[in-house]
């Protein structure tokens, strides 16, 4: 089946420093989703993206849909302690139809 | 404005037991997901409906059924819970076609599912 990868699993990191995660996809996706996740809460729609080098920022977040359609990148600037959670990227294929797969998530720690 | 409502929020079973897990959506949107989310596996997809009178299975189905009792509720049922379906489920849904700003899932809070 589709495979989707997204890393780092986890990261700890200082306030007011920049993040970055990543999805790789075995397959081409023609839509990449990004959401936030806080505990005991549904997963939050950050970003969408819908075309091949498609850059699109949302506050201090951006993600870029990459180029061979097979990745996707969320990039978090000056992070600030509310930015904990799990970020999950979620991607639909060509192929398919309704179908998202979702990725097994970053889970982000920001210290004071 | 309430999005996707789940019910129950929490729920303990015994083994063999069956439950259903209700889902609404009040945005008009014709496609509803059933999602599980366990540590470690992000989100996998249970079953989906693409539109009103239509179901269809995803990744994990086995010991599942879905009722799309109309285009606002999407129930997900366990016939015989076993342990290894505790998880929380989590419902979505969302609207098709090709407009951008569409296509992307809206969750509920989720359900928290514990079979013994």
């Known amino acids: 089946g589709q495979q989707l990868n997204q890393s780092p699993q986890s990261m700890f990191i200082q306030e007011g420093e920049d993040v970055s995660m990543n999805c790789t996809s075995s397959?081409?996706?023609?839509?990449w989703l990004w959401y936030k996740q806080d505990p005991g809460e549904g997963p939050v729609l950050l970003i969408a993206?819908?075309?091949?080098?498609e850059l699109t920022s949302n506050g201090r977040l951006t993600a870029q849909f990459g180029i061979t359609r097979k990745d996707s990148f969320l990039n978090i600037s000056a992070s600030i302690p509310s930015d904990v959670g799990i970020y999950f990227c979620?991607?639909?294929?060509?192929?398919?139809?309704?179908?998202?797969?979702f990725g097994t998530g970053t889970r982000l720690k920001v210290l004071a | 404005n309430a999005g996707v409502t789940q019910t129950p929020k929490f729920q303990v079973l015994k083994t063999g037991q069956s439950m259903t897990l209700q889902c609404a959506q009040d945005?008009?949107?014709?496609?509803m997901y059933w999602y599980r989310q366990d540590p470690g596996m992000g989100l996998r997809l249970i079953y989906y409906?693409?539109?009103?009178?239509?179901?269809d299975k995803g990744e994990v189905p086995n010991g599942y059924n879905v009722s799309r009792l109309n285009k606002r509720e999407f129930s997900l049922r366990l016939e015989s819970a076993a342990p290894s379906q505790t998880s929380v489920y989590f419902c979505?849904?969302?609207?098709?076609?090709?407009?951008?700003?569409?296509?992307?899932?809206?969750f509920g809070a989720g359900s928290r599912l514990t079979v013994l």
């Open positions: 979620a991607g639909r294929s060509t192929s398919g139809t309704y179908k998202y797969i």
């Open positions: 409906s693409a539109s009103e009178g239509t179901t």
């Open positions: 979505a849904s969302s609207e098709i076609g090709q407009i951008s700003g569409a296509n992307v899932l809206t």
């Open positions: 397959s081409i996706f023609n839509t």
């Open positions: 993206l819908y075309k091949a080098g």
């Open positions: 945005m008009n949107h014709n496609s």
